[in-house]
């Protein structure tokens, strides 16, 4: 099942080139056995116990070789290109058969309008599966004039899965989470695809962080 896609706010553009790396690159770390930083398993419920889901949602720590982004703050990195977002809004919570942590970020000095969100969801009452998990890359391409809407070319990686599954993808691919979070802070690393009619959207690997405020 896909997710309907998320359409909103602000971003910039900064190239990578001259930009020293100190880690291994998101092409390395992929194909690297740390890819699977996944192979966590939540944790075993007696019958009738109270579930804390964030407690399962949340991961020892974050990617390695992924830059933690600063309080308030969001940035992707994806095939040659860097988004910073200066406005992050954050959904953590701890529901009766959920645990969520939701972002959606824009708001940059230059106004390209550019957005960016990730979410990451468990439990059994999320839809039709255990966990669900995206990173959206929405670039605008017709800023918003008189009655005609603005639009945006999306990239996506995206899956579901049940409990114990590997996960199915959608669009792109990545780790196992493919978001890590810890406390407010959460990093992400895969590949991106465009969504099916998107324009002209930007593919490839990617490394994500954001930090709530």
Known sequence: MKLTIMTGAVAAVLPLSGCASSGPSTSELLESGNTDQSAETFQDRAPGASTDYLDELFSESLHDGVAPAAPGTAYIEVAGERFEFGSVQCDISD??????????????????????????EIGPDIGFNWENEYIQLALLTTPARGDTPERFSNSMAQHGRDEG??????????????????GDEATAMGTLEGILLAPDPLEGDFVAAATCP
């Open 95 to 120: 529901q009766t058969s959920r645990g969520i942590f939701s972002l959606s970020a824009s708001d940059d000095a230059s106004g390209t309008g550019h957005q960016f969100y990730l979410s990451r």
């Open 165 to 182: 599954d590997p996960p199915a993808w959608d669009w792109g691919n990545g780790t196992s989470p493919l978001v890590r979070v810890v």
